[in-house]
């Protein structure tokens, strides 16, 4: 089966600088996913990893282990607009019915602070 | 925008009753997923279909049940609704294959509330 662990919470200064931890468990991988969602609103792709290391966008970087089953999500210089919930996602292995699954954590609450 | 379009953004309705959900996916995507999202929760896969034939389920109701059509939009039906059915649908979209894209991308949702 597939599992996902992120914590459930987090809070940061605006300025400084946050990661988001994801562990996951699953019997096959295709690549793991962050999104940002705003409270009501739909998650929007920040990152993509499916080989091991660090992807920077900007302002936002995601690390990738694949045989710790770990990533993170880095934010640098946090603004308030950043507070929102972060989601890892995994894709798990191409099946026998010609697609793919993707699986989400619970998501992390991140509330940036003045 | 993601070019993934869901209909109604809003509904409310009462105990009982019967909702259809519609969602138009990306130009060129043959995937679509149903997700849903209570309040304070995770996104909870429902089902997916490719081309128009279900092709994984999730943690989806006997009382719901989606279809996707020959022009690739999808209408997830959900009946004898409870109060604990209030909650955000989330379709998503994504190109089809072994060697797809990287994302798969969401719709805006439809708040469903049931009173």
């Known amino acids: 089966g597939q599992n996902i662990d992120q914590p459930t919470e987090m809070t940061a200064t605006e300025g400084a600088i946050v990661q988001i931890n994801c562990t996951y468990q699953?019997?096959?991988?295709?690549?793991l996913f962050w999104y940002q969602q705003h409270a009501g609103e739909a998650p929007t792709f920040l990152s993509y990893?499916?080989?091991?290391g660090l992807e920077e966008k900007g302002r936002f970087s995601s690390f990738l282990s694949r045989s710790k089953g770990y990533s993170y999500l880095l934010l640098k210089e946090l603004q308030m607009k950043d507070s929102a919930s972060y989601l890892c996602?995994?894709?798990?292995?191409?099946?026998?019915?010609?697609?793919?699954?993707?699986?989400f954590g619970t998501g992390t609450r991140l509330k940036v602070l003045a | 925008d993601s070019g993934v379009t869901q209909t109604p953004k809003h509904l409310i309705t009462a105990t009982g009753q019967r909702v259809t959900l519609r969602c138009s996916p990306r130009?060129?995507?043959?995937?679509v997923y149903w997700y849903q999202q209570s309040l304070d929760q995770g996104l909870q896969f429902l089902i997916q279909?490719?081309?128009?034939?279900?092709?994984a389920k999730g943690n989806i109701l006997e009382r719901f049940s989606a279809q996707q059509f020959p022009d690739l939009h999808s209408e997830l039906n959900l009946s004898s609704l409870e109060l604990g059915d209030s909650a955000l649908y989330f379709c998503?979209?994504?190109?089809?294959?072994?060697?797809?894209?990287?994302?798969?991308?969401f719709g805006e949702g439809s708040w469903l509330t049931v009173v």
């Open positions: 279909y490719y081309n128009g034939e279900e092709r």
């Open positions: 996602a995994v894709r798990g292995p191409f099946t026998t019915s010609g697609t793919y699954k993707y699986i």
């Open positions: 990893n499916v080989l091991d």
């Open positions: 998503a979209s994504s190109v089809s294959g072994q060697l797809s894209g990287n994302t798969i991308y």
């Open positions: 699953t019997s096959g991988f295709n690549g």
């Open positions: 130009s060129g995507d043959l995937s």
